[in-house]
């Protein structure tokens, strides 16, 4: 059920062939769900500037069914960027982490929600 949505404007051509499911391992890792409700997307190539400046920048959107919060979030977010960083080349200052904390009844798979 996590979800994992990250804009940049990279070409696509920068992103590595592995960026995805290392990404997904890093996600699963960091909230303690297992990868195989993990998903992950990301969107390249898209106008956008940060401060003013068209350097490589991103913004990312977790969204979770619980395992966010004040001080996990500043876990996840380190992680985060330095995955980034790691991978992509963009610094933390210039990329932005939004959280959404989910009810189990606002995500929906296989015809149902996680509600119970």
């Given at each position: 059920?996590?979800s994992?949505?990250?804009?940049?404007?990279?070409?696509?051509?920068?992103?590595?062939?592995d960026?995805?499911t290392?990404?997904?391992?890093?996600?699963?890792?960091?909230?303690?769900?297992?990868?195989?409700?993990?998903c992950?997307?990301?969107?390249?190539?898209v106008?956008?500037?940060?401060g003013?400046s068209?350097?490589?920048?991103?913004l990312?959107?977790?969204m979770?069914?619980?395992k966010?919060g004040l001080e996990?979030?500043?876990?996840?977010?380190?992680?985060?960027?330095?995955?980034?960083k790691?991978?992509?080349?963009?610094?933390?200052?210039?990329?932005?982490v939004?959280?959404?904390?989910?009810?189990r009844q606002?995500?929906g798979?296989?015809?149902?929600?996680f509600?119970?």
């Open positions: 059920m996590p994992f949505v990250l804009k940049t404007n990279l070409a696509r051509s920068a992103i590595p062939k960026f995805l290392e990404t997904s391992k890093l996600v699963a890792d960091i909230l303690g769900k297992p990868e195989g409700y993990v992950v997307c990301v969107e390249p190539d106008l956008m500037t940060y003013g068209d350097a490589p920048c991103c990312v959107d977790l979770s069914i619980g966010l996990e979030n500043k876990g996840h977010t380190a992680a985060i960027c330095e995955h980034v790691k991978h992509l080349n963009i610094p933390g200052d210039r990329l932005y939004n959280f959404h904390d989910a009810a606002d995500v798979r296989d015809g149902t929600t509600a119970k």
